[in-house]
């Protein structure tokens, strides 16, 4: 590889956007080289053996898997600029707490959404996707950015699916702003910041993704 | 609280057992209070009042929850002796791999054997568990611990399992030693730390309590 730097990617996958953000934020070179989810590169498979997924950073052709990991990572290499997360370690178990929580509620709830037909599991889905973007409105609180002033690791793990509410309201028949006024406004002004916007989808597109979804599991 | 550090507790929990065994491990006194599940304590609702769940560990009357996070938290803190974590950042996210996979794994599809009535799901629930050993086996390879020769966090966060051996043998029809010999050997090696056999379940009281789980459950 030219650079130091290989990301396994995929575009429309929030996931790796998480890393494309971190990589940006660090003002990192890397070069991306997008998967085929229907037809695996032999070097993805080999990079990473146990979920053969999306994304995958290589530093020196060592493979780091799973994004919430890959973006701790990133920020103990390069702790130079723009640090991720907090240097206290009380507030780094908190931010950690948020990322799990991200990790746990949001991607898993809003997939219901669109992979199960119209019934009580959706409905749950719905409710339990609807609290837990509450809870983080809750925790975000006043703040411009996640238990900070500045943009960090909790950011990054939650604004690839800033490009889902626009999903979640056409198929969840509800209004994000009227639910999560705050939420939109965090999302707005990490919109602002072209390491988010050249890194995350488009909302529109993400539709059409979960429309396709829709349509081929004939929901 | 007499301590600085108070854990909300509960000792069948194998949650729970992590952040006993690190504690231990890094020669820490602290107050345990034992929860009642069915009767949850105010301090539990105050101080973890995303999941309500156990484990919590107070730390100057600053809660921290979810095992994992406590435990990088203790190593962080108490970095003095037995690092629980590599220093090296990629065998750090190589360590924090191992321990996302088996929160991910083990106790998902365990609990399955016990949770859901004789089915498809639960066939592939056993599956996918045994599946999970045979990775995490080839991944110890013929170290004594983890990525390591000295006792670490992807121990810590695999041991409490080892005293459930017995019941996804004797639920799942399937003998470990012959199907991951290495792994029960490893985990007889632990069994022989005072931090661990103090901290973890005896895999009858655990074979007894997932009975119970069944017949509650009308199995």
Known sequence: MASELLLLDLNVSPFAARVRIALEEKG??????????????????????????????????????????????????????????????????????????????????????????????????????????????????????????SFNAVDITLIPFYSFFHSFEKLGNLSMVKECPKLVEWGERCMHKESVSKSVSDPIAVYEAVLEIKRNLGL
Chains 1, 2 share one sequence.
């Not at 290499?77 to 746990?104: C, M, Q, T």
């Open 28 to 149: 990192l070179e890397y070069e991306s080289r997008e998967e085929d989810l229907d037809n695996k590169s032999p070097l993805l498979l080999e990079m990473n053996p146990v979920y053969k997924q999306v994304p995958v950073l290589i530093h020196k052709w060592k493979p780091i898997s799973e994004s919430s990991i890959i973006v701790q990572y990133i920020d103990e290499v390069w702790n130079h600029k723009s640090p991720l997360l907090p240097s206290d370690p009380y507030e780094r178990a908190h931010a950690r707490f948020w990322v799990d929580y991200i990790d746990k509620k949001i991607y898993p709830c809003g997939n219901k959404l669109w992979n199960l037909p119209k019934c009580e599991a959706q409905e749950s889905a719905k409710k339990e996707l609807m609290e837990s973007f509450k809870t983080l409105e809750a925790e975000l609180g006043d703040k411009p950015y996640f238990g900070s002033n």
